[in-house]
């Protein structure tokens, strides 16, 4: 188990990582995001493990990549377009 949540770690910081690299104008501050994708990732580990059990550490470890990318898609913000009013309005 203390392996299945270390590589989680690992892989919900390299996911976060990309997606700070990726989208930098649309994410709130480096730490942030960082932090969120790890503790994301432990916690879709700790919640996939949960529910099979032991054994089946490729699914833990794709379960928590899917929660980190979860909780990483609810930091971003809107791109930074100009909304157009139509003249009736």
Same mark, same amino acid.
């Given at each position: 188990? &203390? =392996?299945? @949540? =270390?590589?989680? @770690?690992?892989?919900? =910081?390299?996911?976060?990582? #990309?997606?700070?690299? $990726?989208?930098?104008?649309? !994410?709130?501050?480096? /730490?942030v995001? *960082? +932090? +969120?994708?790890?503790l /994301?990732?432990? &916690?879709?580990? !700790?919640? +996939?493990?949960?529910? *099979?059990?032991?054994?089946? #550490? %490729?699914?833990? *470890? #794709? /379960? %928590?990549? #899917?929660?980190? @990318?979860?909780? =990483?898609? *609810?930091? !971003?913000?809107? %791109?930074? $377009? $100009?909304? $157009?009013?139509?003249? @009736?309005?």
């Amino acid at each position: 188990m &203390f =392996l299945e @949540a =270390l590589g989680a @770690a690992v892989l919900g =910081l390299a996911l976060a990582w #990309a997606a700070v690299h $990726r989208l930098p104008d649309r !994410l709130p501050v480096r /730490g942030v995001v *960082l +932090t +969120t994708g790890s503790l /994301g990732a432990v &916690f879709g580990a !700790l919640l +996939t493990h949960g529910s *099979l059990g032991p054994g089946h #550490a %490729a699914a833990v *470890l #794709a /379960g %928590a990549v #899917a929660v980190a @990318a979860v909780l =990483l898609s *609810l930091l !971003l913000r809107p %791109a930074n $377009r $100009r909304l $157009r009013r139509s003249a @009736a309005v």
